[in-house]
């Protein structure tokens, strides 16, 4: 009994805790019916959304393009985005702030940041002594960080989707360069985090590129691998994938395409931007040289001129693409001085001759990264905007040997679409098809230690050891474990990039630190003073490279086993609870999987690093540990309490537990019965009954990071409220300006309908002086006083004037609704008298309409005519300035109370079923045809009829209504039978075009 009533128990918090997990589920979707992805670029982004009803869209601005510059222009009381920013960068260059992500992540000393301050002289950079970075300087009270400029612009974006969406979007994709390292990418999520966006991955712009691809061409995906090359060259920088499209068999839905990354190559400096600056400088010698005698200034020095420059070079990029020369002119680029030059295409191909050179560097790269040739390769696919230049084509044709390039694809929104796709699979409010997503690792990463060796008796030494966490190329997101067995106490491990020989010299001092961090390890000794009987199995660091490549050290544990007698006692409440929760969602343990990414589990023990070579008897030792057993990954103990025993079986990897097991197989299936069993097999069996008892213990952990120091969380949360406060201020100005915007319209408008004559026909000439008084007034106000008025002021302000035009404007209002409405209503009144009285005339056995019914329909008419014919009159008697007595809402109001009237007599005309008539004895109607009363033919009676019983006939008037040619026409030939016969279908006939 006790028992049954424990299970049912079980079952019911099992059930509790399937409602808990379902509960949760459509909370988080109650936030999340709509998804966006913010394509970053380095000019440009692209915004996109998915919703209900909305798959996979690009978002408009409010110019209504479908791509905004990633500008931002920053001042005292006011903030300018995309388009209005770019054209401020013209007036006011200083404030506006462009290609700025090119600072994210990098300290003060790193190529780049040098780089960006000779690009953009008129930008002032700060440097920050706590992480080492800079930031804009835009005034002394104006101060940003490169995270914060990108947190303003990720706002933005939200608020162009949510535009767009009309609803609230918190779920974002973000892409980023494929070859951003880990400081970066970490600045990319502080930044989101400011603009309090909840970021479910960031995808590396490639990727989402070749996922586009992918999802649009499922159908051409097999289990044949096809190799994919696309190189993107942006404004910012160039990179080269190598992608692999092949079907692959799933767990969760069977056969299903993927992509996986094979090799990447890239350039951080290549791209459309480097070529509009060596245009920029071109157009400023040809200026200079203009202007040569006149002791004029040079155009370099002047930052607005620069600014015209840069966009008119922009310009000339993209028209050369198609021409092979172009006049480029500026209106008054510095002191007035209008500015025209020829520029030729081959004088645009001989400025930029060493970045064509450098074209074919990213192919090269990919190819080696991924181990292929170009034989491999079967297409080559353009994206980027910088593809476009003609130079550009002409070379990678040549470097790919290809016959032609491949166009088939939107080079602008090809990575925005595909990140959308990504966020619609990674959101709980969408179900997609799936399309398996194998990343790869660009940067190596692995794990560094020193302990000490005894080499010779009494000798001893310390040994630095290196072992790969994350190899080149590897997929992720992965999960691994390094296991330490040569430690009982307190240590410290590194965590640092793997071999970056593939970057070259300038390449590697643009990535800055090759170190991520240090981790130190407290509690280790005490963890083994703790559990002195127990079989250590090492320290087990797990470590994550999550979905949006960025790692992280889960947690450090101390493991400890031992054995114990396997007693068949009944399982613990919570261990039973568990179960049963698990056999609710499907049965037994799973990996945990996803969708559009792997998620593998790994371990690895002290093993050899690649290429590494130790001595003899170093391999041996690393061969004895690497034999050691490997935790079982795939069923995490309960979550317990720290040190309590975590009871769980595990199957050992070692030779002799290996052996164990085959031994219990004969015994499992029964082959081997008691008999005969030797002492030594009933003493091993006695042994395989125990099981293996676990204990946990949990290591504290202290992080230096060493690459780039994070922002606190103080930190993070003054940035939000920074952007927040800014944000909150630009409402308040938008508001203000739309009310002041308001105010002066309504001004203006309101003194020329003044002028106009429905106005001064309802209006005396005093009520038109005071109006154009008080209106003169509150414009001087708005004029003198305005700027400084607060919205509330200029609300109330307006308020004000509307009430004193309101009873002017109603009267205006009305005039102009009267000739509609009394149509309307003559229509109405006309109509309801017409069916009235045919609803009077029908005939007392078909009527369908009550008396009372009827006289309800005539007194609304009555009464409408009346007070139509009542208050006309009494309009008609008062004077065009005072308020009228026929009002529009009124006439609307008499119009629904009889059509209402009208409408209840249809609807009950419409579903009343008409009465039966009377029926003679042979189920017909004794109505003789047309033919036998109007002509006096003979009716042959049916057999056994007599003369007495006679039909009843039609009354005289309906007889001579029929015409004459109705009569039925008389076959040749036909007999008194044949006409007998006929007579009863005739009058059939006749009947049936009589109800009609």
Known sequence: MAASVRRQRLRRLARWALMAVLLADLLALSDTLAVMSVDLGSESMKVAIVKPGVPMEIVLNKESRRKTPVTVTLKENERFFGDSAASMAIKNPKATLRYFQQLLGKQEDNPHVALYRVRFPEHELGFDPQRQTVYFQISPQLQFSPEEVLGMVLNYSRSLAEDFAEQPIKDAVITVPAFFNQAERRAVLQAAHMAGLKVLQLINDNTATALSYGVFRRKDINTTAQNIMFYDMGSGSTVCTIVTYQTVKTKEAGMQPQLQIRGVGFDRTLGGLEMELRLREHLAGLFNEQRKGQKAKDVRENPRAMAKLLREANRLKTVLSANVDHMAQIEGLMDDVDFKAKVTRVEFEELCTDLFERVPGPVQQALQSAEMNLDEIEQVILVGGATRVPKVQEVLLKAVRKEELGKNINADEAAAMGAVYQAAALSKAFKVKPFVVRDAVIYPILVEFTREVEEEPGVHSLKHNKRILFSRMGPYPQRKVITFNRYSHDFNFHINYGDLSFLGPEDLRVFGSQNLTTVKLKGVGESFKKYPDYESKGIKAHFHLDESGVLSLVRVESVFETLVEDNPEEES??????????????????????????????????????????????????KEEAEAPVEDTSQPPPPEPKGDAAPEREQATDKENGEKSEAQKPSEKGETGSEGISPALEEEKKQNLARKQRMVEEIGVELVVLDLPDLSEDELARSAQKLQDLTVRDLEKQEREKAANSLEAFIFETQDKLYQPEYQEVSTEEQREEISGRLSAASTWLEDEGFGATTVMLKEKLAELRKLCQALFFRVEERKKWPERLSALDNLLNHSSMFLKGARLIPEMDQIFTEVEMTTLEKVINETWAWKNTTMAEQAKLPATERPVLLSKDIEAKMMALDREVQYLLNKAKFTKPRPRPKDKNGTRAEPPLNASAHGEKVIRPPGQTEDTQPISEPEKATRSEPADSEPLELEGAGAESEQKEQPTEQKRTLKNDEL
């Open 573 to 622: 409440t919570l261990t039973k609870l568990g179960n049963t929760i698990s056999s609710l969602f499907g049965g037994g343990t799973t990996s945990d999987t996803k969708e559009n990414g792997t998620d593998t589990v790994q371990e690895e023990e002290e093993s050899p690093a690649q290429g590494s070579k130790d001595e003899p008897g170093e391999q041996a030792e690393l």
